[in-house]
Nanobody, 122 residues
């Protein structure tokens, strides 16, 4: 099982980035994929999750971020628009099967990607 996050970078406030999480060793249709982020000195935050036809978002990103997946490409995407300096963090994708009410809990995920840095300048 492997997950590889990519697509991070430096962007100005108000800009956009699209993160990708390429997975291997399992089928996307069998698991959920969550996106998390961790900023320096802050706790890890669950920001979005997708499984089947259901998607979930943290309040801090709802309306700005969109999660999607391409089963044929074994990839999950996180489109991030209207970025803010407070979105600066390392972003991780992870595989899990949490119940819907626990999707944002990192402990519900067994496999994690290596993270990609997103920096938003003001």
């Amino acid at each position: 099982v492997q997950l590889q996050a990519s697509g991070g970078g430096l962007v100005q406030a108000g800009g956009s980035l699209r993160l990708s999480c390429a997975v291997s060793g399992f089928r996307l249709v069998d698991y959920g994929i969550g996106w998390f982020r961790q900023a320096p000195g802050k706790e890890r935050e669950g920001i979005s999750y997708i499984r089947g036809g259901s998607t979930y978002y943290a309040g801090s990103v709802k309306g700005r971020f969109t999660i999607s997946r391409d089963n044929a490409k074994n990839t999950v995407y996180l489109q991030m628009n209207s970025l803010k300096p407070e979105d600066t963090a390392i972003y991780y994708c992870a595989r899990g099967r949490p119940v819907a009410s626990a999707w944002s809990m990192g402990s519900m995920y067994a496999y994690w990607g290596q993270g990609t840095q997103v920096t938003v300048s003001s």
